[in-house]
């Protein structure tokens, strides 16, 4: 029964991507996870906004500016679901690992929502720039050493895309060296962890996890790099608070699958140096597809979000040192939302 299972996963899989064969992977055990102890512990309750759109219903972290909150009213974990559902978060469930490391010159500054912060992190400011009912803009910011982290969120509410446009700028006094930056994502998809399978779909920079999820088919959550990341590691459970891979290093190119797999992907950026008021900008693309509800193919899916992502991320090069002071942000911030949010929420 279960083989049949994933037979029938991997049929949707290569019919969701439009390529015929698929090579399984035996899948290497998740080693434990041994982090580093943390400068600050998680917030109870887990604080944030949240907001629902068509499709999906994602709850943000305000002083940290990543995915996993509970619903104040009702306790319930929201993080990303898709479909609107506790029964299908994919984000907060089990381990709460959605968050990020930047690091440089040897320092090391951490978030997940279940690990708190590493590296004495300071939450700075958070903003909602607009929730109507066709978008959402969202800005967090927090001080990483010499690093100001800027997490700027766009979620056009009539997709299942939010687009995450990470700016990291040296506010400090000196040249920064080896700047880095790691992005983490457990996807959990249906909120069962084990039973999906995960590939890296290297057209368009994303690692893909899907599942058969009850009552909604076979459900896609992915996340896309842009610019192409350094790596991608789907076993980040050694190396959430470090630099690189650690030990247990597993990538699955497709249409090579890890199947029931309990993946937490990195997505590393070697950033090199950064001299004082310098920035660089990331994206991070999350996203969900249903191949029962959709109109296209997964892969025109990801290539249309991919050239979005693409179009916005040259907009915010060159508006983003306008964000330098925190002083000054409403103006400035609008200028990034105008700039930037208005041409994604029309796509
Ligand atoms: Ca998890
Ligand atoms: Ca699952
Ligand atoms: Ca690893
Ligand atoms: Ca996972």
New binding site residues.
């Given amino acids: 029964m279960k083989t049949k299972n994933k037979s029938k996963k991997r049929k949707a899989m290569a019919l969701a991507i439009c390529t015929v064969f698929l090579v399984a992977v035996v899948p290497i055990p998740i080693s434990g996870m041994q982090l580093s102890q943390p400068t600050s512990a998680p917030r109870t309750p887990y604080v944030g906004e949240i907001f629902t759109g068509t499709y999906l219903k994602i709850g943000i972290e305000d002083q940290y500016g990543d995915f996993g909150v509970e619903d104040p009213v009702t306790g319930e974990p929201v993080g990303f679901q898709y479909p609107i559902g506790t029964a299908y978060e994919s984000l907060a469930i ?1 381990w709460w ?1 959605e968050g990020y490391v930047i690091a440089y010159d040897g320092e090391v500054f951490y978030h997940q929502p279940n690990y708190g912060t590493y590296g004495n992190m300071t939450p700075l400011w958070d903003w909602v720039i607009s929730d109507t009912p066709t978008k959402a803009e969202y800005v967090v910011a927090a001080q990483a050493g010499d690093i100001r982290a800027y997490f700027y969120f766009v979620f056009p509410k009539a997709s299942s895309n939010v687009y995450l446009y990470t700016i990291l700028q040296n506010t400090g006094t000196t040249t920064l060296s080896d700047v880095y930056y790691k992005r983490l994502v ?3 998809v249906g909120s069962s ?1 084990g039973t ?1 399978d995960w590939t890296w779909f290297a057209p368009y920079n994303a690692a893909i ?1 899907w599942d058969d999820v009850p009552g909604v088919g076979t459900v896609y959550n992915y996340v896309i790099g842009d610019p192409a990341p350094d790596l991608y590691d789907l076993e980040a459970w050694d190396d959430m608070d470090i630099v690189g891979v650690g030990a247990s290093y597993v990538t699955s190119n497709f249409p090579a699958v890890m199947a029931d797999y ?3 992907v990195g997505l590393h950026w070697k950033l090199g140096s950064l001299r004082p008021g310098d920035y660089k900008v990331i994206c991070t693309v999350y996203g969900a597809f249903s191949s029962k509800t959709a109109s296209t193919s997964l892969a025109e899916e990801l290539r249309d979000v991919s050239e979005t992502a693409q179009d916005e991320y040259n907009k915010i090069i060159c508006i983003s040192e306008k964000a330098a002071t925190p002083e000054s942000k409403p103006t400035q911030l609008q200028e990034i939302a105008t700039g930037i949010g208005e041409q994604i929420g029309t796509k």
């Fill in positions: 089990g690992g457990d996807w959990d962890p999906d996890a309990d993946g937490n």
